[in-house]
């Protein structure tokens, strides 16, 4: 990882050598219905999977698998649909 260090251009946006990260940039935290949805389906299917394991049972360990599978296709259908970070139907209308 190089340590070039980011200069200022005259109109005020920062450059960054090529190669390095730009950490002035505020990433997010992911907030939105969709992150949240997957997050919570897929603690769910992980719960499942870990009393599959516990009593031994790999059915039950199957399932939980395919229940946090669902939570990522459930999340990325529901951030295309408009419910992600910015999305379409998360703008504010001013009404």
Same mark, same amino acid.
């Given at each position: 990882?190089?340590?070039?260090? @980011?200069? $200022?251009?005259?109109?005020g946006t920062r450059t960054v050598a090529p190669g390095t #990260?730009?950490?002035?940039?505020?990433l997010g935290h992911g907030n939105s219905p969709a992150?949240?949805?997957c997050v919570i389906v897929m603690l769910v299917g992980a719960l499942i @999977?870990?009393? @599959? &394991?516990?009593?031994?049972?790999?059915? #039950? &360990? #199957? +399932?939980g698998a395919v229940v946090m $599978?669902? +939570?990522l296709?459930? +999340?990325? $259908?529901?951030?295309k649909a408009g419910y992600g970070v910015e999305g379409?139907?998360?703008?504010?209308? +001013?009404h």
């Amino acid at each position: 990882m190089s340590k070039a260090p @980011a200069s $200022v251009s005259k109109s005020g946006t920062r450059t960054v050598a090529p190669g390095t #990260i730009d950490h002035s940039q505020e990433l997010g935290h992911g907030n939105s219905p969709a992150a949240w949805t997957c997050v919570i389906v897929m603690l769910v299917g992980a719960l499942i @999977a870990a009393i @599959a &394991f516990v009593i031994a049972s790999t059915p #039950i &360990f #199957i +399932g939980g698998a395919v229940v946090m $599978v669902i +939570g990522l296709i459930l +999340g990325y $259908v529901m951030r295309k649909a408009g419910y992600g970070v910015e999305g379409s139907k998360l703008k504010n209308s +001013g009404h």
